[in-house]
């Protein structure tokens, strides 16, 4: 880098420089790529935007999410994502499990990786979702949009419906599945 | 940087102490109007520690559940969301206020992260441009030319794994983010302007593919970041363009990341020119040893 900066910073602080190459090193390390072998987990602050980085699998539809808040549909714009984030990305993870009978998939998963860093197995327990919890999400989405909205709603409903796109780029809608009514 | 360079970065700590705290009570007023903050949560349910090591601590610890549902720890954490950036900018010339926000700052980033159920890695570049205020004079001017480099090697990584992991050699790369990405938008409104744009871009994918090249390239474009500051207020337009074209098609609002970003990449001069506006006369006082 220009003018030494790494030489400048062993100079002033030998250990800050050591911090800040392995903050680095550790972040390039953790990279998730098919050729990365160490990119089993993540460990924050540390980080690559790996995100967008391998090619899209061919799929005949993709997914959109309805959520009908008293018979009227919301979806917030982009700039807006802040005000929706705590709702949108719950809504597709509520999904996953209700794939999987309400269960959190991934308690294998962590058991697997604790035992494989001798760890206490338990653990996986608390770090994934218990049942009873997933079960209770309807319940705090109800109650959540109530607050973000500013008024009582008396009935949410969220769809799932795969769409694909026509030839004139107009989506279409091939199936629907009601993923929760309360 | 020069060595002249390198001494006004020292003069204009304070200002770049009261811009950034500026940009923090900023990003905390925005999550409060979203209803985002922790205590305007109504305590979720889920969380998603998604196979991170520290999040996964955060958690087994007890912690989270603690900051989650102890209703005074979850109101003073919020609260200290607000205040501390504010105590910051009224006290920018000590160290230790810095030192509380950006531990508490961290806090939250695994907070939301976990809560949220999805890894929004901006915070934590956000989180780390806190860190070269809790520094002495010559430590701060290496550590806040150090975000600057680190700013430099992740937008040149994001570019580099696009390239290893094969995104960047998609043909309908482009278009196909649109269709997965903004499904649920286009859903939602039918017969909005923007929905008209992307149908209309559908029909001439070349527009977006080729879009999708473009803003992977901006991403490359930072490597020249490693070897001078000649073009950072470039670099500053290429995070800006990156956080727009990402916006309009990934349907995300990174706008944490663009801020951090043009706060790291200003010049001293600009710094110069915001101290004026912000009545900050250097030479700044003396910091804590």
């Not at chain 1, 460990?43 to 935007?49: A, E, L, M």
């Not at chain 2, 009261?18 to 999550?31: A, E, K, Q, S």
């Not at chain 2, 508490?104 to 980033?109: H, L, M, P, R, S």
Request: aromatic share 20%; charged share 15%.
């Amino acid at each position: 880098m220009r003018n030494n900066y790494f030489k400048r910073l062993w100079h002033y602080n030998k250990l800050l420089c050591l911090v800040i190459l392995s903050f680095m090193s550790i972040s390039t390390l953790l990279s998730k790529s098919p050729y990365n072998p160490y990119a089993a987990v993540t460990f924050s602050p540390f980080y690559t935007w790996e995100m967008f980085s391998t090619p899209y699998l061919q799929q005949n539809h993709t997914i959109a999410y309805q959520l009908v808040c008293d018979g009227e549909t919301i979806y917030l714009p982009a700039y807006a994502d802040h005000k929706k984030m705590f709702y949108s990305y719950t809504i597709g993870k509520f999904d996953h499990y209700a794939q999987h009978g309400y269960t959190d998939d991934r308690y294998e998963h962590y058991k697997h990786k604790l035992s494989r860093l001798h760890l206490d197995t338990a653990y996986a327990k608390v770090l994934s979702n218990a049942q009873n919890d997933i079960l209770k999400y309807p319940a705090w989405l109800k109650s959540y949009l109530s607050r973000n909205l500013g008024r009582e709603l008396n009935n949410i409903k969220v769809y799932k419906h795969y769409v694909h796109y026509n030839e004139l780029g107009i989506q279409q809608v091939d199936s629907s599945v009601k993923l929760l009514d309360l | 940087m020069s060595r002249a360079a390198r001494q006004n970065i020292n003069e204009y700590r304070s200002t770049i102490a009261r811009v950034t705290m500026l940009y923090f009570i900023g990003i905390f007023l925005l999550r409060l109007f979203s209803v985002a903050l922790p205590f305007q949560l109504n305590q979720p349910v889920l969380h998603n520690v998604n196979f991170d090591f520290t999040e996964g601590i955060f958690l087994g610890s007890g912690l989270s559940g603690f900051l989650l549902h102890n209703v005074i720890a979850n109101r003073i954490f919020s609260l200290s969301l607000l205040l501390l950036p504010l105590l910051c900018f009224l006290q920018s010339t000590r160290r230790w206020p810095f030192i509380l926000f950006s531990l508490v700052f961290f806090i939250y980033t695994l907070f939301n992260n976990l809560y949220v159920t999805h890894q929004q890695h901006y915070l934590h570049f956000a989180w780390l441009i806190t860190i070269p205020f809790i520094a002495s004079a010559k430590g701060f001017e290496l550590l806040w030319q150090g975000a600057r480099y680190y700013a430099c090697w992740f937008y040149t990584m994001a570019f580099l794994l696009k390239v290893i992991n094969g995104g960047f050699f998609q043909e309908g790369f482009g278009e196909i983010t649109i269709k997965t990405q903004m499904a649920s938008y286009i859903f939602a409104h039918p017969d909005a302007l923007q929905t008209h744009l992307y149908t209309w871009l559908l029909q001439h994918p070349f527009w977006l593919n080729a879009g999708a090249k473009f803003t992977f390239l901006l991403e490359g474009v930072f490597m020249i970041g490693f070897f001078t500051r000649k073009y950072d207020k470039w670099l500053i337009l290429a995070g800006f363009l990156i956080f727009a074209f990402t916006a309009f098609s990934s349907d995300v609002f990174f706008i944490e990341q663009f801020g951090a970003i043009a706060i790291t990449f200003t010049s001293p001069a600009l710094w110069k020119k915001w101290g004026r506006w912000l009545s900050i006369k250097p030479p700044t006082p003396k910091y804590d040893p």
